[in-house]
T-cell receptor
Framework: DSGVTQTPKHLITATGQRVTLRCSPR?????VYWYQQSLDQGLQFLIH???????AKGNILERFSAQQFPDLHSELNLSSLELGDSALYFC??????????????FGEGSRLTVL | EDQVTQSPEALRLQEGESSSLNCSYT??????LFWYRQDPGKGPEFLFT???AGEEKEKERLKATLTKKESFLHITAPKPEDSATYLC??????????????FGQGTTLQVKP
């Protein structure tokens, strides 16, 4: 158990809909990262938040947005969903000393299926 | 463009049969190279960090090495519980102090008893 909690574990929705994925980092970790894993693209970096502020963005679609709240949990919002958005979405966290160090603790992921 | 290529895509070994997984990378200034293990239905689990050519790290039956162009994950006398997908990732200096990692597609290892 990494200590990172993600909900929901599974989500099935229709094209055009909007969903919110939630992540609680390990206790005390200030950094939260979101990654997307699909069969053809592998693990792709989406976004990094540190203590409530956006630190870095990857190839995140404009239809996707994220935020980190004062209690450090984070949400990833996906809107106008398309079939190609079906994937595993992982949240990871790291501690203050390891911020940006690449030693990330991943949650078990949220599997999104868009029909 | 920063890129990570792992080979082979899949590897089947008999228990006790040692082998190596390869990770070739192209990055504009390496900040760090990382190995992760991912079990089916789980998130990646951190294994090693390597920072400079010549560096080696060991953990149980696993040993990771780094050159200027590639990294190897050596598995000595593997056991069935070593079966998993092994992911290699790099962090470029241009990423600064962020958690932006570039992952390879992974090598799926199956160890048969």
């Amino acid at each position: 158990d990494s200590g990172v909690t993600q909900t929901p574990k599974h989500l099935i929705t229709a094209t055009g809909q909007r969903v919110t994925l939630r992540c609680s980092p390990r206790s005390g970790d200030l950094s939260v990262y979101w990654y997307q894993q699909s069969l053809d693209q592998g693990l792709q970096f989406l976004i990094h938040y540190y203590n409530g502020e956006e630190r870095a963005k990857g190839n995140i679609l404009e239809r996707f947005s994220a935020q980190q709240f004062p209690d450090l949990h984070s949400e990833l919002n996906l809107s106008s969903l398309e079939l190609g958005d079906s994937a595993l979405y992982f949240c990871a966290s790291s501690g203050m000393k390891a911020v940006g160090a690449g030693e990330l603790f991943f949650g078990e992921g949220s599997r999104l299926t868009v029909l | 463009e920063d890129q990570v290529t792992q080979s082979p895509e899949a590897l089947r070994l008999q228990e006790g049969e040692s082998s190596s997984l390869n990770c070739s990378y192209t990055v504009s200034g390496l900040r760090g190279l990382f190995w992760y293990r991912q079990d089916p239905g789980k998130g990646p689990e951190f294994l090693f960090t390597l920072y400079s050519a010549g560096e080696e790290k060991e953990k149980e039956r696993l040993k990771a090495t780094l050159t200027k162009k590639e990294s190897f994950l050596h598995i000595t006398a593997p056991k069935p519980e070593d079966s998993a997908t092994y992911l290699c990732a790099v962090q470029a200096r241009s990423s600064g102090n962020t958690g932006k990692l570039i992952f390879g597609q992974g090598t799926t290892l199956q160890v048969k008893p």
